[in-house]
């Protein structure tokens, strides 16, 4: 199924490329707003699955050229990313060690929404394609054995990055938690619709270029191992959100005007702009293009703008 938010918040369910509103089936879930009503739906979803199901079958579907998508879990308690979690294509010749951030729930953003370029130095803006799973219970110190029986759905996610802030070594916090640097969506797909979300392509365009294009076959930790890592440190919660990482050579300068789209099979299209009000400009090479040009620090540096370095 899939599952997202529409208009004013109203819980809806996705049929071809039409909605049908299924809030009546859900009207008991305790809820002092939309995050509530996802999150008690994720939780008690064999109590409403059916339920749901029913509503959809018999409501009245509305083209989703008709109606605004919602993000479709608009503040998640937790959003865990894995950090440097692929094996680059086979050019790392081992995995990185493992480890993972939070991101603030304030980062999410929908689509069709603008991710800001703050007015900070960073050296580039970065948008990184990955796969989000989606926890559908409650746990904590959960074995890798376990691990997918925890997982309610998948999500496209766009991890935001303001790549070289000050200080060096201690820029996580100030890098990654801006607001609108959490794009997820256009809806959640619950996991039985998805056969192995370790075989599933991953492609972000920028202007209608194909930017990043890989495989989730290529993770280093596979998802059970990730659930076993973060819930050692916290506990999960229905609805929190785990980003699985991404392949790095693809990632690129985010920069005013960008139209950016993600697709990853069975998942939809999660569509993006960026603004930038200081219209700082870089080159549009990839990390892997720059690289193959003989370019050194992993990024072609700022053209122009504010914080650009200073010729010679």
Not at 229 to 252: C, K
């Amino acid at each position: 199924m899939k599952i997202l938010f529409f208009d004013d918040f109203r819980l809806g369910v996705l049929k071809d490329d039409a909605v049908v509103d299924v809030m009546d089936a859900v009207k008991d879930v305790p809820q002092l707003g939309p995050h509530d009503l996802i999150n008690g739906v994720i939780e008690r979803w064999a109590d409403y699955r059916n339920r749901i199901e029913q509503a959809a079958g018999r409501g009245r579907a509305t083209p989703l050229d008709k109606v605004t998508i919602r993000s479709p879990l608009p503040r998640p308690i937790n959003i865990d990313c894995m950090a440097v979690n692929y094996m680059e294509d086979g050019t790392r010749k081992e995995a990185a060690p493992i480890n993972a951030f939070l991101k603030s729930p304030n980062c999410v953003l929908p689509t069709g929404g603008t991710m800001v370029l703050p007015d900070v130095p960073a050296t580039h803006f970065e948008g990184e394609a990955e796969l989000a799973v989606i926890i559908g219970k409650r746990g904590a110190n959960i074995k890798a054995a376990d691990a997918m029986s925890y997982v309610f759905g998948y999500t496209n996610f766009i991890d935001g990055s303001a790549r070289g802030l000050k200080p060096p070594g201690n820029t996580f916090y100030q890098m990654k938690s801006r607001d609108t640097f959490a794009p997820m969506g256009p809806y959640i797909v619950t996991a039985d619709e998805i056969k192995d979300p370790h075989k599933l392509q991953v492609r972000l365009y920028n202007n209608g270029v194909l930017k990043q294009n890989y495989n989730t076959d290529d993770m280093a930790n596979k998802i059970p191992r990730c659930i076993e890592f973060v819930s050692s440190i916290h506990g999960l919660e229905p609805g929190d959100v785990l980003a699985t990482g991404t392949n790095h050579r693809g990632l690129h300068a985010f920069q005013n005007g960008d139209k950016v789209e993600l697709e990853i099979d069975g998942l939809g299209r999660l569509r993006i702009d960026v603004r930038d009000d200081l219209k700082r400009t870089w080159p549009r090479d990839t990390r892997l293009e720059w690289e193959t040009k003989g370019g050194k620090g992993g990024y072609a540096p700022q053209a122009t703008g504010r914080y650009a370095p200073s010729p010679g």
